[in-house]
């Protein structure tokens, strides 16, 4: 896990001060190593460089006036080693031509296997990393080699073997678990980088905020669209998952080089069989991502999905089927917290860590380390978030580094994949639209009796969306985003500034993807819009930022390209929701692996915080910090903003009073910390 940087000027010298300072804003991605290259592409030629923290190589220093200095390109790279720890895994790295050069973050789990592929086509190979897989799988096979990879990435290659041809090509794993943000200029060239932050430095004046994302995110917290590749910045923006993209001459095009198809993985087969299937994509999925030269452990909530990778983790070490760095013993990571409620979890982590020869390491999050660490989270997450269970997650991060551990495991994607968050409504309404009318009733009594909910509104929400015709059901979702955008839009913005996210709702030409576009004609529709665009996407985001923030590889099983195509396909289209359980195939499938009183827990919906708590105490220490100024001053109302810090300071406050309250902070702090205009 790494941060890289890149940046053509097309044709004019690149200020290397700049891009050196762009890619060192990422040091905390990787403090391993530092390094750099110069080329200048009508000549097809390039040079490494190195730094202050540069290990183990003797090169030039990048300040060096003879090191090409009409060079038009540059790749810089930050290193977090994981495999062969040694000066063979400096980036950039490059052919044994120097025609293909590349800068790789993430890890691609597969690379012993693609690598045994490449050797008997005759390929040796100088180190026992999985960068240097990639960078000869795509001399090999080109851009097709990304269906070959398994794992998490965000990649640029520069390729000057032609002028012909594209001369830098980057991509995005299929989920987006990696960021590659990226920037053009009116002349033609083109700027990437790992994280947002590192793209500001290249522009002498400041960044336009986007003004529908500030607006929609200060008045209800939606996020941009990922699948529209949109960010909280106009000039900014962010590689979609599952996208390539390749510039050649002052022109990049990007293209999708993956999708999550309506049926999957296709696999058609009966119950049992589909549960097996999925037991052993699990166990791969997890077993793979236990590669590493470097201690690993487990994150643990204490609900389904982490409580079953840390049971597969210690299947896996039990049965001798990994050789993994664990020091010994596996060690899970949670926060917990001095105060009981829904939120603490730490009767259900020790039920699980009982049973296993495991180490149990624990963060209590608490209002004055929020106080004390905001400016830095806001900065480290590069765009605004909505609740403090970014801060817990935080706090777990800087748990993992303090006990030496470099690569955690982690349960993002499952509630996405498997309808944790309980869609019941799209699956009435689906059931009833096929006709299926007494087993809609029989799910609905489940549901009751199983998990305690009380699913009679969505169903009868579902029967009657299920009688209206899509364009009505589209019509109403548009005004009911108008209407619910205006209610929320006049407790916090200053007038005038809703109009910029009227007119985008209001636009016909807004993107499908957006909520009011679609219609979600299925519980696998409904899905596949949190995989790929608006769920998923976001705690990806925090999971990674916070990881890196202390030098943390974090991983997520449940991402594998394979579980996420599998889980779309018809075997598994009838089993998430089942007897009314959610998630009731994965909870089969990991039958075993933590005692039956977590797997099947009715009470868990996500990660909780003691929120009232935490914000009460962020402002009391920090509310004097908060009055709006500068760009934040420009969204948001002085009046309400202090009725709603008010209110929010107040005992008994609503959850919605309470995340105005903390959203205005997040934006302010954000506003202050980046060169907005």
Same mark, same amino acid.
């Given at each position: ?15 290397? @001060? ?5 890619? %060192?804003l990422m040091r905390h991605r990787g403090p391993d190593d530092e390094g750099y290259l110069f080329g200048n592409l009508a000549r097809g030629e390039a040079l490494l460089a190195g730094g202050e923290e540069t290990n183990g190589l003797h090169l030039p220093h990048w300040r060096g006036e003879a090191l090409l200095p009409d060079a038009d390109? +540059? ?9 062969? *720890? ?63 990879? $398994?794992? +998490? ?45 590192? #793209?500001?430095? #290249? ?12 607006? %929609? ?16 910045? $106009? ?24 999708? *999550? ?23 791969? /999925? ?13 994150? *643990? ?33 949670? @926060? ?40 830095? #989270? ?130 016909p030409q807004s993107p499908e993807s957006y909520p009011w576009r679609r219609v979600t004609e299925s519980v696998d529709d409904h899905l596949r819009g949190l995989v790929l665009d608006f769920g998923l996407p976001r705690l990806l985001r925090y999971e990674d930022r916070n990881s890196m923030a202390f030098s943390v590889e974090s991983r ?17 289209? $009838?089993?998430? *929701? ?10 089969? /499938? ?14 868990? +919906? ?40 008010? @209110? /929010? ?18 934006? $302010? ?9």
């Amino acid at each position: 896990m790494c941060g890289i940087f890149g940046w053509i000027t097309s044709g004019r010298p690149v200020e290397r @001060a700049r891009g050196v300072q762009a890619t %060192n804003l990422m040091r905390h991605r990787g403090p391993d190593d530092e390094g750099y290259l110069f080329g200048n592409l009508a000549r097809g030629e390039a040079l490494l460089a190195g730094g202050e923290e540069t290990n183990g190589l003797h090169l030039p220093h990048w300040r060096g006036e003879a090191l090409l200095p009409d060079a038009d390109v +540059m790749l810089g790279f930050r290193r977090l080693s994981i495999h062969d *720890l040694s000066a063979a895994g400096h980036q950039p790295m490059g052919t044994p031509d120097g025609k293909l050069w590349i800068v790789f973050n993430g890890e691609v789990y597969n690379f012993p296997e693609l690598r045994a592929e490449l050797e008997q086509s005759g390929i040796a190979f100088r180190s026992r990393t999985d960068t240097e897989i990639i960078l000869r799988a795509y001399e090999q096979w080109g851009p097709e080699c990304l269906h070959r990879f $398994n794992g +998490m990435w965000g990649l640029a290659i520069l390729d000057l073997r032609q002028q012909d041809r594209p001369q830098l090509f980057l991509s995005r794993d299929r989920c987006g678990v990696k960021p590659l943000f990226y920037a053009t200029d009116s002349q033609g060239g083109v700027a990437f980088a790992s994280e947002m932050k590192s #793209l500001l430095p #290249l522009r002498a004046g400041k960044w336009k905020v986007n003004e529908v994302a500030a607006a %929609n995110f200060l008045a209800w917290g939606r996020y941009p669209s990922a699948r529209a590749g949109d960010t909280f910045l $106009n000039d900014v923006r962010l590689l979609p998952p599952g996208c390539c993209a390749e510039w050649s001459g002052g022109d990049l095009k990007i293209r999708r080089w993956w999708d *999550l198809k309506p049926d999957g993985d296709g696999t058609r087969c009966g119950e049992t069989e589909a549960v097996e299937k999925l037991r052993f994509l699990f166990e791969d /999925a997890v077993k793979l991502r236990l590669r590493a030269d470097v201690p690993v452990g487990s994150c *643990l909530s204490g609900g389904l999905d982490s409580s079953a990778i840390v049971g597969q983790v210690s299947r896996l070490l039990k049965e001798g089927r990994s050789t993994t760095n664990t020091g010994g013993t596996q060690h899970t990571f949670s @926060a917990v917290y001095h105060v009981d409620g829904p939120f603490n979890e730490r009767r259900f982590i020790d039920r699980v860590l009982e049973g296993l020869p495991a180490t149990g390491h624990f963060t209590y999050p608490d209002g004055e380390r929020l106080a004390a660490d905001f400016d830095r #989270l806001v900065w480290h997450q590069d765009e605004p978030f909505t609740a403090t269970t970014v801060f817990a997650q935080w706090c777990v991060m800087q748990k993992v580094r303090e006990e030496n551990v470099t690569v955690l495991l982690d349960g993002q994607a499952a509630d996405e994949l498997f309808a944790g968050y309980r869609p019941y409504r799209w699956w009435f309404r689906d059931m009833v639209r096929r006709g299926k009318l007494t087993g809609a009733l029989r799910e609905a009594k489940a549901v009751a009796r199983e998990t305690g909910d009380r699913p009679w509104k969505h169903f009868l929400r579902g029967g009657l969306m299920a009688a209206v015709p899509n364009a009505l059901v589209r019509a109403a979702t548009r005004a009911g985003y108008r209407a619910a955008f205006k209610k929320s839009a006049a407790s916090l913005l200053r007038p005038g500034k809703a109009g910029s996210v009227l007119d985008h709702i209001n636009d016909p030409q807004s993107p499908e993807s957006y909520p009011w576009r679609r219609v979600t004609e299925s519980v696998d529709d409904h899905l596949r819009g949190l995989v790929l665009d608006f769920g998923l996407p976001r705690l990806l985001r925090y999971e990674d930022r916070n990881s890196m923030a202390f030098s943390v590889e974090s991983r997520v099983p449940f991402t594998d390209y394979r579980i996420v195509e599998y889980a779309f396909s018809p075997a598994l289209r $009838n089993l998430k *929701l089942k007897d009314g359980w959610a998630k009731w195939c994965l909870r089969k /499938a990991t039958a075993g692996l933590a005692p039956a009183d977590i797997i099947w827990r009715r009470d868990k +919906m996500g990660f909780g915080t003691p929120e009232p708590m935490l914000v009460r105490h962020l402002l009391a220490e920090r509310g004097a910090d908060f009055a709006a100024e500068g760009v934040a001053a420009d969204y948001l109302a002085p009046a309400l903003v202090r009725q709603a810090m008010s @209110a /929010a300071a107040q005992e008994g406050a609503s959850k919605e009073i309470i995340l105005r309250a903390f959203r205005c902070m997040v934006f $302010n702090s954000w506003a202050r910390q980046f060169p907005l205009a």
